[in-house]
């Protein structure tokens, strides 16, 4: 009977062992990271040079899952309804702040996932076809101006994507008329102005740089609160009188609800430390992306901020509704 007793208990405190040992050894296999975009984009970008320098510090390799669809909620409903077991995670972008605020009967509520850290971001640059008399936002809003109830065209990637919410902080900065065209992605608002079938729009520092270091797009301002390391003479908005005129293209990382604490302070951790290597750094820095880690708490700050300031702008501006 002794025995039996010492065995069972022997069993007992072995499971318990093995119990703790599992926990303490997360990852132990490949951890997944949704992007709800399709590659080539500044998101992807950043996730794959992310995932790269987070997987070093895991042991694990770090899986980029693409999932596009309706403005990110595709991707964002796939995580929110995952399992919180520590192997799924969301690269969101600004859709996850808005996408609330512009959707109705989303597939998920925006206390399904959890802030795990921000990572990085693409300014956005204020570009205008050559033909513009304008080398700078100054001489565009007085341009604009002359334009009276014409108005000036302008190029979104859709209702409440960040081109649009550039255009309604310029018009309430300067008072001027831009005319809202959306198209289906910020590539296709881009070529729209290219051709000079629409005049302006803003879009990723990836996105445009190329056609501006080519002559093909004038930059007229970042909207970024720094000047872009990849393109330094580029203005900000701020620097030019418009300081209301501030958002970037940034990406961060989410994560389900109720994934266990330790294992969202690991991540930020790994993620922190691999976007403050120069490796990390030099790679985005090429593209015109900045690193901007930090605490998760600085995180969730950042998202309350941005759900408050660019809340009281979409429904001024009445987006999702009809322009």
Not at 12 to 26: K, T
Not at 206 to 234: D, H, M, N
Not at 304 to 323: F, I, N, P, T, Y
């Amino acid at each position: 009977m002794q025995s039996r007793i010492a065995f069972l208990a022997a069993s007992l405190v072995a499971c318990v062992f093995a119990a703790s040992g599992a926990r303490a050894e997360w990852p132990d296999h490949p951890v997944k990271w949704v992007v709800p975009f399709g590659p080539g984009g500044a998101n992807d970008l950043i996730a794959r040079v992310a995932a790269d320098g987070v997987r070093k510090g895991l042991g694990q390799p770090v899986v980029i899952e693409n999932r596009p669809g309706a403005g990110a909620v595709v991707g964002t409903a796939a995580v929110a309804n995952a399992a919180p077991d520590g192997y799924t995670f969301l690269i969101s972008a600004n859709g996850v702040v808005t996408n609330s605020m512009l959707i109705r009967n989303l597939p998920y509520t925006d206390a399904q996932i959890v802030p795990v850290g921000r990572i990085a971001v693409a300014p956005s640059v204020i570009v205008v076809h050559p033909s513009v008399p304008a080398n700078n936002l100054t001489e565009f809003v007085a341009w604009a101006k002359q334009q009276g109830d014409k108005g000036v065209n302008w190029a979104t990637a859709g209702s409440g994507s960040t081109p649009h919410f550039v255009a309604e902080m310029l018009r309430e900065a300067a008072g001027i008329k831009l005319n809202i065209i959306p198209y289906k992605s910020g590539n296709d608002g881009v070529t729209a102005v290219l051709s000079n079938s629409v005049s302006a729009t803003s879009e990723a520092s990836i996105v445009v740089l190329p056609q501006i270091k080519a002559g093909l797009l004038k930059a007229i301002a970042t909207t970024y609160e720094k000047r872009i390391s990849a393109a330094p003479s580029i203005l900000t908005a701020i620097e030019q009188g418009y300081p209301s005129v501030n958002i970037g293209h940034w990406a961060g990382l989410f994560a389900p609800r109720d994934t266990p604490e330790p294992i969202v302070e690991r991540m930020n951790a790994e993620l922190q430390k691999a976007m403050k290597t120069p490796e990390v750094k030099s790679k985005l820095a090429e593209s015109g992306i900045e690193t901007n880690e930090g605490p998760i708490s600085d995180f969730v700050a950042f998202i309350a901020a941005e759900r408050a300031r660019l809340g009281a702008l979409a429904a001024k501006a009445k987006m999702g509704e009809a322009q």
